[in-house]
Structures are given as C-alpha cells and as structure tokens.
C-alpha cells in the first residue's frame, strides 16, 4: 500500500501560480501511474491530468490543458502539478491519486489511493 501527502495549496490571485507536491511513501512509486483531481464545493470530483509510470504519457483535462503541467520524479517518489495562469474556477481541493491498474485514465474509479487533499483558493 502506498500513502500519498500533498502539499503546496493556498491562495493565489487571478493569473498566478502554484506549484503542488505529492509525496508518496511505502511501496515502490514507481510501479504506480499517477493523477490529479479536483473537487468544489457542491461539485463532483473532477480529473485535471494524468502521468505515466515511467512519466513518458501525460493526460489533461481540457480546461486546464496549457496552463498545467504534470511531472513526477520517480527517485524522490514525488509528482507535482505546476499550475500557471490561475483563474477562479480552478478553486477547490485537489487530490494526488495513484493507481496499480493495467487500465487507468481519467475516472476516479481507475485509482486505488489517495491523499487528503489540499486546498487552492484563486481570488479574482
């Protein structure tokens, strides 16, 4: 079982940046393929992008496609998402997730673990 932390949340103003960190402990990181989501209030949680194990394939939603970047760094056992060009629709929890199947993809059904989450808050 592998447990994930995230880190890096907070309040950003419109058009800023944010850089979030998951780190992941336990068993090997990088047998497991990595993604992003988020959740707002009173919404569903929502899939913003995807890495491989190898982190040769990445996978974005399309609202956020251009403006985010995933990247792992498989020795540090850690995948990140660089977040540019904020806007107020990007606020709510996101979550690190990781998943050991030969399938997976955008749903969050297609992930085994993960973190507690960390909240961003874009102000306009």
């Known amino acids: 079982q592998v447990q994930l932390v995230e880190s890096g949340g907070g309040l950003v103003q419109h058009g800023g940046s944010l850089r979030l960190s998951c780190a992941a402990s336990?068993?090997?990181?990088?047998?497991?393929?990595m993604g992003w989501f988020r959740q707002a209030p009173g919404k569903e949680r929502e899939f913003v992008a995807a890495?491989?194990?190898?982190?040769?394939?990445?996978y974005y939603a399309e609202s956020v496609k251009d403006r985010f970047t995933i990247s792992r760094d498989n020795a540090k056992m850690t995948v990140f998402l660089q977040m540019n060009s904020l806007k107020s629709e990007d606020t709510a929890v996101y979550y690190c997730?990781?998943?050991?199947?030969?399938?997976w993809g955008m749903g969050p059904d297609e992930y085994d673990y993960w973190g507690q989450g960390t909240q961003v808050t874009v102000s306009s």
């Open positions: 336990g068993r090997t990181f990088s047998s497991y393929a």
């Open positions: 997730a990781g998943s050991q199947r030969i399938s």
């Open positions: 890495i491989s194990r190898s982190g040769s394939s990445t």
